[in-house]
Nanobody
């Protein structure tokens, strides 16, 4: 009933920029926090950034000052603006959202399918 679809990944040179998008669709009543995670080859998935319904944000230390998370509540979409990219940012990026569907009181965690970001010269 709910889908999260990411887009915007690709190959970029060190120092470059990318903007990821994640659109939620379906029978959505409300969305609380939206997050971006990433998983590099051979590593565990890590939390990159969080934005709550009120707009407050948190970032992993490794991306502070370089990445910006934002959301468009009217479009049920979360964005991740990534600047000054480094090879160590190479990973599959996943969005996650806490969503309550129409007719249901509870919030559940939903995941997108992931979009690959490669930072290489």
């Amino acid at each position: 009933q709910v889908q999260l679809v990411e887009s915007g990944g690709g190959l970029v040179q060190p120092g470059g920029s990318l903007r990821l998008s994640c659109a939620a669709s379906g029978s959505i009543f409300s969305i609380k926090a939206m997050r971006w995670y990433r998983q590099a080859p051979g590593k565990e998935r890590e939390l990159v950034a969080t934005i709550r319904s009120g707009g407050s944000t948190n970032y992993a230390d490794s991306v502070k000052g370089r990445f910006t998370i934002s959301r468009d509540n009217a479009k049920n979409t979360v964005y991740l603006e990534m600047n000054s990219l480094k090879p160590e940012d190479t990973a599959v990026y996943y969005c996650n959202a806490e969503i309550a569907i129409v007719g249901g009181p509870n919030f559940y965690s939903y995941w997108g399918q992931g979009t690959k970001v490669t930072v290489s010269s």
